[in-house]
T-cell receptor, first 111, second 117 residues
Framework: NAGVTQTPKFQVLKTGQSMTLQCAQD?????MSWYRQDPGMGLRLIHY???????DQGEVPNGYNVSRSTTEDFPLRLLSAAPSQTSVYFC??????????FGPGTRLTVT | GDSVTQMEGPVTLSEEAFLTINCTYT??????LFWYVQYPGEGLQLLLK?????DKGSNKGFEATYRKETTSFHLEKGSVQVSDSAVYFC????????????????FGAGTQVVVTP
């Protein structure tokens, strides 16, 4: 039981490049979400999904896309990276009403 | 909208000192309240939670009581250890609890705690 896994751990991008942050969970959780963590701002919700095929926007969705084709996977896509997207990204999953489990994070730097 | 305010850090303590981290919230109704801990280089882990007024959450020597009259959920530990050095986040989950609302945690800014030997 690996819990929530994220890849890569670290990534450096140039402005304008695109990439996908991977997230997977093996707990059969229906709920998955992406947060970004910035100094002094806590974690802010980017996108979330309540099940395969269902996604919605959180507090800061601009510049990010998501899809959920399976229960296990919830990738986050940066279409055209900007320096403002330099952050630490966390994926989380849960069953409704239960504890959220967080992945170890991806540290992204956009130059 | 919903929001969480917690005291700024860093908070620096000596081992065996008493720790308090203040957390207040603004929300409609009675949300569920959480404390998460983030150890260096790791993701967040749930430390404790309370789902209704006057509930006390506790874990690993930490406690927090859901106070609806003061809209607060302060975290306390009577005797901290060096291993408690981490960033602590207060968070709420809005009500009503639905499939859509449950995971939309609203986090405070986080409080870094440094415990020295």
């Amino acid at each position: 039981n690996a819990g929530v896994t994220q890849t890569p751990k670290f990534q450096v991008l140039k402005t304008g490049q695109s990439m996908t942050l991977q997230c997977a969970q093996d707990m059969n959780h229906e709920y998955m979400s992406w947060y970004r963590q910035d100094p002094g701002m806590g974690l802010r919700l980017i996108h979330y999904s309540v099940g395969a095929g269902i996604t919605d926007q959180g507090e800061v969705p601009n510049g990010y896309n998501v899809s959920r084709s399976t229960t296990e996977d919830f990738p986050l896509r940066l279409l055209s990276a900007a320096p403002s997207q330099t952050s630490v990204y966390f994926c989380a999953s849960s069953a409704v009403g239960n504890e959220q489990y967080f992945g170890p994070g991806t540290r992204l730097t956009v130059t | 909208g919903d929001s969480v305010t917690q005291m700024e850090g860093p908070v620096t303590l000596s081992e065996e000192a008493f720790l308090t981290i203040n957390c207040t919230y603004t929300a409609t109704g009675y949300p569920s309240l959480f404390w998460y801990v983030q150890y260096p280089g790791e993701g967040l882990q749930l430390l404790l939670k309370a789902t209704k007024a006057d509930d006390k959450g506790s874990n690993k020597g930490f406690e927090a009581t859901y106070r609806k009259e003061t809209t607060s959920f302060h975290l306390e530990k009577g005797s901290v250890q060096v291993s408690d050095s981490a960033v602590y986040f207060c968070a709420l989950s809005p009500v009503p609890v639905t499939t859509d609302s449950w995971g939309k945690l609203q986090f405070g800014a986080g409080t870094q705690v440094v415990v020295t030997p």
